[in-house]
Nanobody, 118 residues
Framework: DVQLVESGGGLVQTGGSLRLSCSVS????????LMWIRQPPGKERESVAR???????FYAASVKGRFTISQDTSKNTLYLEMNSLNVSDTGVYYC?????????????WGQGTQVTVS
């Protein structure tokens, strides 16, 4: 069985910070591309941070310079450090894994964790 579990979301004030974690089990962690995806209320899901082959990191323009994606392979955990949060960052945040570094190919999802900025 495969399981991705996000944690760390919550309610923060504008300008605040949160650190999200994604615990991965049931798959070989290093064999998958990893990313963080968010879905603002009433809007489509979007990839905000991706880990590609060779360690290349991609960020959505809206979060570049404020968010940092990282992983701890020894703990099978993915992280997203979020700083200088804005109201527009509000949404459900998911971690995802798939065979290619593209949102279209993500086939393993967590349940999501709510981030609310006010």
């Amino acid at each position: 069985d495969v399981q991705l579990v996000e944690s760390g979301g919550g309610l923060v004030q504008t300008g605040g910070s949160l650190r999200l974690s994604c615990s991965v089990s049931g798959i070989t962690f290093s064999n998958y591309y990893l990313m963080w995806i968010r879905q603002p209320p009433g809007k489509e899901r979007e990839s905000v941070a991706r880990l590609a082959r060779g360690g290349t990191i991609f960020y959505a323009a809206s979060v570049k310079g404020r968010f940092t994606i990282s992983q701890d392979t020894s703990k099978n955990t993915l992280y997203l450090e979020m700083n200088s949060l804005n109201v527009s960052d509000t949404g459900v945040y998911y971690c995802g894994a798939g065979p290619y570094c593209s949102l279209s190919y993500i086939n393993i999802w967590g349940q999501g964790t709510q981030v609310t900025v006010s």
